[in-house]
């Protein structure tokens, strides 16, 4: 599993470009819904692992992006080669970090960015103008 982050290169490749022909969705469950009728134009069955994984890392990205980011300023699925593409991006320049517990016991919240990560093949994140993209790739066969 290859993870990069700054300039976003994976194997001297540059990251996708920002570009979306799917308008900006105004909420996570919006977002969710765009990747799924996605996923099911290409035949894949909403009881299938892999939509679960690409809707759990879709509603991670942009929840974050619209909690923690100033909103989405761009917002991308694509399926190419095997593999969805999720690309999220945001207003707000600082990096995603895993939040760590302040007190013992149960901690509320800061699970999303390690979910994003332990489920997609490959996230980049790249920093754009004052925000940064993020991209998770997910393999579906």
Not at 40 to 51: A, C
Not at 56 to 65: K, R, Y
Not at 95 to 108: E, H, Q, S
């Amino acid at each position: 599993m290859k993870r990069t982050h700054g300039d976003g290169e994976v194997d001297g490749k540059p990251p996708a470009p920002e570009a979306s022909t799917q308008p900006l969705p105004l909420t996570a469950a919006a977002a969710r819904a765009a990747v799924a009728a996605l996923l099911h134009q290409f035949g894949f069955s909403p009881d299938r692992r892999v939509v679960t994984d690409a809707l759990m890392i879709t509603s991670e990205l942009v929840t974050n992006a619209i909690r923690h980011g100033g909103g989405l300023s761009a917002f991308g699925a694509d399926i190419h080669g095997g593999a969805l593409r999720v690309l999220v991006a945001d207003h707000n320049p600082v990096y995603p970090v895993a939040r760590t517990a302040t007190a013992p016991g149960l901690r509320i919240g800061g699970y999303g960015w390690p979910l994003v990560q332990s489920l997609a093949d490959l996230v980049t994140v790249t920093p754009h103008g004052s925000g940064k993209q993020i991209t998770a790739d997910l393999a579906l066969l």
